[in-house]
């Protein structure tokens, strides 16, 4: 269960290696930063960000999502967490999400499982800071909350630097 609140969502901006990934995800080979595309993303939103009732800051510890919420938040008087259970998922978690369907059975134990849990504790981590909050993660993050919000719509790849608004 997703703690009730209304809550932002952005992706980060794109990598060099999202461009390489194509359709088929890959684990990154290391902690990848911003291209230059990416940080164009990020300064892109960073005027619609400026306009939100933002009071707290989330977001993964990979570099990409820092990056890009370092980017958009410039000009926030907002309170930033790090926090470690919004880390992005590996390719094989990856994977078996997309085998599975958005809502074929989701398993109640493996590596998907352990996974959304793992994002669930991370998004009520996020939540239970003052609010309203932005959170900066990735597509897998994004998956795994749609998963748990059984929001259908938006479960598929979420564009980069794309803010959405979650009101559940």
């Given amino acids: 269960m ?8 952005v992706r980060h901006g794109q990598t060099d290696y ?8 890959q684990d ?15 300064r892109t939103i960073e005027s619609i960000i400026s306009l939100l009732p933002i009071v707290t800051v989330c977001s993964s510890p ?10 958009i938040t410039s000009k926030l008087q907002a309170a930033h967490c790090e ?13 078996e999400m997309v085998r599975l369907g958005m809502y074929s059975a989701l398993p109640n134990e493996g590596i998907v499982h352990q996974f ?8 009520n981590q996020a939540l239970s800071l003052p609010g309203p909050t ?9 998956w795994a909350l749609c998963c748990l919000m059984a929001i259908e719509e938006l479960s598929g790849q979420l564009t980069t630097a794309c803010p959405s608004i979650f009101d559940n």
């Avoid at 999202?18 to 995800?25: A, T, V, Y």
């Fill in 83 to 95: 926090i470690d259970n919004l880390g992005e998922c590996q390719a094989q978690i990856w994977r």
């Fill in 18 to 25: 999202n461009i390489l990934e194509g359709k088929q995800k």
């Fill in 2 to 9: 997703i703690l009730q609140k209304e809550f932002y969502f």
């Fill in 62 to 71: 990979l570099t990409r999502a820092q990056e890009t919420q370092e980017i």
């Fill in 116 to 123: 959304i849990q793992r994002v669930r504790n991370g998004i």
């Fill in 28 to 42: 990154h080979p290391k902690d990848v930063p911003l291209n230059e595309t990416g940080r164009n993303q990020a």
């Fill in 134 to 142: 932005l959170i900066v993660a990735q597509g897998g993050v994004h």
